[in-house]
């Protein structure tokens, strides 16, 4: 009896839990919208919305992929956080409404977003910026009383003949409405930026200066990027021109990208130049052996050109071919990580090796000992090499063939192990007395010591 009431007692907590549950989803999704799984539409004129649903959890909010607003006479704004957990977001459609205002980061969240309708509302002006991050691919901005200001040029250049098929008006001075593609305004010029020299090529050491010449009307601000930079470096800019003085490149900063952008209300424009530092090959790193599918003496070197790489063993060149080569696994950290691939090795090829690496520019050496095989007319052991990922780091690893091998082994042992143990109670309680056990040691002396008599 008493089982059954705690039973009971149990179901209708739980239905307890189911009605809190459909009652605080309701209460999330505002009476005027309906929420499903990925969708969001809020529709009713009525019981309008004055701002984006919040619903129950971030969870329910990251499925969210298509928002849908129509006919929100109260819905006026996109703030900076109002679609902030949205970030799943593809479609968003705000129409026939009141919108006035997009804030400047109003989808910085949401990368997703491709589709943005805004049609039939109260915008006059919208700037480029709100869309800079985005992969935006249908932008519909008719039905909107936008300006014939300096600040909407860019939907002219950028949505061209986009601007065309959705007929887009402006509004002039005196209230004329024109076509948005016919939208010329003298003071209104997309900016440009233009870096020079546009190639840089230098030995490691020199100095360097970028120029950075920008125009474009109102006057653009001019912003260098760049990776951080090991070299020294100074930034003079006077007007519409900067300098980029770089002092004693060094060779840590080969490859490094550095751009000059210029931006104005009508859009932005940059250049960039790659730093192509010549330099020295130096061998940060040759190691010890180790067996993959084949052996391996892994090595890793910078240099610019690509320095040219030999082997010696005792001093001798090695003569490379389909048994034994060089292989250039990956460029990355800024050097160059590979391998001397060696075939089924023998003793033979057990030695001192010497990494050349050369390039015009320079040379570097380093030799590491490998041992591959026991010799068999001599003595010695044979040294246990210990696996090497290239691409993690130096962290020695079980191979995944040896851990099989391990599992295989302790199966072994546990099979053996259980007959032996078998064997020890027949023979204990079997009652023929033939072979006795005098004793025997388990689990702490291996190996299992067995006397017979
Ligand atoms: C989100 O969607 C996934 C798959 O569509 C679903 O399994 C999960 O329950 C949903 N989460 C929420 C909170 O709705
Ligand atoms: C939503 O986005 C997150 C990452 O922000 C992702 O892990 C998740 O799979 C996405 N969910 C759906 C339904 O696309
Ligand atoms: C919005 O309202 C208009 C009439 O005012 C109606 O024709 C239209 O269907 C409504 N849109 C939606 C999506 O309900
Ligand atoms: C998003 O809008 C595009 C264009 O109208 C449509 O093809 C697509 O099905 C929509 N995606 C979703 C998830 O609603
Ligand atoms: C439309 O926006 C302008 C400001 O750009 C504002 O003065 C006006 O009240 C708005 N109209 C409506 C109907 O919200
Ligand atoms: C932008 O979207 C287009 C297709 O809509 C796609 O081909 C392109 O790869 C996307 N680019 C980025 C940077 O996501
Ligand atoms: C910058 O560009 C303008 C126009 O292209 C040119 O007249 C001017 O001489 C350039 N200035 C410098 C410092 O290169
Ligand atoms: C240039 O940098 C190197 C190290 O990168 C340093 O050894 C050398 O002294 C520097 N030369 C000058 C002139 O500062
Ligand atoms: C060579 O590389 C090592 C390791 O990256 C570094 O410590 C050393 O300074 C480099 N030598 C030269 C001459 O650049």
């Given amino acids: 009896m008493s089982a059954f009431r705690r039973g009971c007692g149990v179901s209708l907590l739980g239905f307890y839990w189911v009605l809190m549950e459909v009652w605080s989803i309701g209460a999330a999704c505002p009476a005027s919208c309906s929420c499903s799984g ?22 329910e909010m990251d499925n969210i992929t298509d928002i849908y607003i129509a006919n929100q006479s109260r819905f006026s704004s996109i703030n900076d956080k109002d679609l902030h957990y949205y970030r799943n977001l593809t479609n968003l459609t705000v129409t026939n409404s ?16 491709q589709y943005l309708n805004l049609k039939d509302n109260n915008l006059s ?27 909407n040029m860019w939907m002219k250049l950028w949505m061209a003949e986009e601007a065309y098929t959705q007929d887009l008006k402006c509004i002039a001075e005196g209230g004329w409405r024109k076509p948005l593609t016919s939208l010329n305004l003298p003071h209104c010029v997309v900016p440009m930026a233009t870096l020079s020299p546009s190639k840089v090529k230098v030995r490691e ?29 100074e930034i003079k800019t006077s007007g519409q021109v900067s300098e980029l003085h770089l002092y004693n490149l060094s060779s840590l900063d080969n490859n490094c990208k550095i751009t000059c952008s210029a931006q104005n209300i009508v859009g932005e424009h940059e250049s960039s130049v790659v730093l192509d530092i010549l ?34 063993l005792k001093g001798v060149p090695v003569t490379e071919g389909p048994y034994i080569f060089t292989q250039i696994h990956d460029f990355s950290e800024k050097e160059y990580h590979g391998c001397l691939q060696l075939d089924s090795p023998t003793h033979i090829n057990n030695g001192p090796y010497t990494l050349l ?13 490998a041992h591959f095989m026991r010799n068999p007319f001599e003595g010695g052991t044979v040294t246990e090499p210990l696996y090497y990922d290239p691409t993690t ?4 690893l079980d191979p995944p063939e040896d851990r099989v091998a391990v599992y295989v082994v302790v199966g072994i042992a546990v099979v053996v192990f259980t007959g032996f143990l078998l064997m020890l109670v027949f023979l204990k309680f079997g009652g023929n007395s033939k072979f006795g056990i005098k004793g025997f040691v388990l689990f702490q002396n291996i190996p299992v010591e067995v006397v017979g008599r």
């Fill in 393 to 396: 780091d130096d962290t020695p």
């Fill in 357 to 369: 690496a050369s390039n015009v520019y320079g040379k570097d050496q380093k030799t590491v000992e």
């Fill in 125 to 151: 002006s919208l700037s480029w910026r709100i869309f800079r991050h985005l992969n935006i691919s249908n932008l519909i901005l008719s039905g909107n009383p936008l300006h014939c200001s300096c600040e």
């Fill in 38 to 59: 990925t969708r969001i539409a809020c529709v009713d004129h009525e019981r309008g919305i004055m701002a984006f649903p919040v619903l129950q959890s971030e969870m």
């Fill in 98 to 113: 009141r919108l006035t205002y997009v804030s400047r980061l109003a989808f910085q969240n949401n990368l997703r977003l």
């Fill in 279 to 312: 330099f020295p090959p130096n061998i940060s790193k040759l190691s010890d052996a180790y067996q993959d599918h084949h052996w391996c003496i892994p090595f890793s070197v910078s240099g610019n050109p690509q320095p040219e790489l030999r082997w010696l």
């Fill in 205 to 233: 050491g020199a100095n360097v200066v970028l120029t950075c010449n920008t125009s474009g009307a109102p006057s653009p601000e001019l912003i260098w990027n760049m990776t951080p930079l090991v070299s020294n470096y």
